[in-house]
Every structure is written in structure tokens, then in C-alpha cells.
């Protein structure tokens, strides 16, 4: 798969992985496990990246005596989802296209 197309689906992921509450890195990578198989440094890469495009916030809280990362989705990481559903219906659309060998239905 397309390394930039990949990164992005990625980054969608960890986004909808957060969508519902804010999580913390290894409940991300439990939570994404059935579809995703993804290692911590790759994770850790994609959640400094959305952190910098404003896409999400980082915050700490105490759990269990130690401080632990909490990751919050922002209203442009929401969007963002938003946006790869619609791209996504256009890429199914390419995907029909390219297999039916170039012929309209």
C-alpha cells in the first residue's frame, strides 16, 4: 500500500479510536487491535502529529499513583473524520471503476 495513503488512513484510525472519550496509548492500541495491528512507536508518532495539526490534546491524570497521557479529540480532528467518510466514497467509487476494468455499470 501507497506509504502517504496508509499514513493517512492511520491517522483517521487513532482519530475515530478516540472519537467517543479521550483515551491513553495503550488503550488506543487495545481498542484498534481487531482492525489495525499497530506498535507503540507508531502510534506515538501518529498521536504527535495530530497533536501538532490541532487535531487533538494532550492532558495528564493521575491513574493509580503514576501520571498517565490522555489524548482528547479536537472539533478539527472530528472534522477530519468527517472529511476521509466523504473522501472515502469517491476512493469506492475509483475502486468500482478500476474493477470493472474501466467500464461504466
Not at 47 to 65: A, C, D, F, I, Q
Request: glycine fraction near 8%; charged fraction near 30%; aromatic fraction near 10%.
Amino acid at each position: 500500500m501507497d506509504a502517504q495513503l496508509k499514513r493517512g488512513l492511520l491517522d483517521v484510525c487513532v482519530l475515530a479510536a478516540i472519537k467517543d472519550g479521550d483515551s491513553y496509548g495503550y488503550k488506543i492500541i487495545k481498542d484498534m487491535k481487531p482492525y489495525i495491528d499497530m506498535s507503540e512507536s507508531t502510534l506515538y508518532t501518529i498521536l504527535k502529529r495530530l497533536e501538532l495539526s490541532n487535531m487533538l490534546t494532550v492532558y495528564t491524570s493521575e491513574h493509580g499513583g503514576r501520571l498517565r497521557k490522555y489524548y482528547h479529540i479536537t472539533k478539527a480532528g472530528l472534522g477530519r473524520i468527517e472529511d476521509f467518510k466523504d473522501e472515502w466514497r469517491e476512493v469506492m467509487a475509483i475502486y468500482q471503476f478500476v474493477s470493472q476494468g474501466g467500464k461504466r455499470k
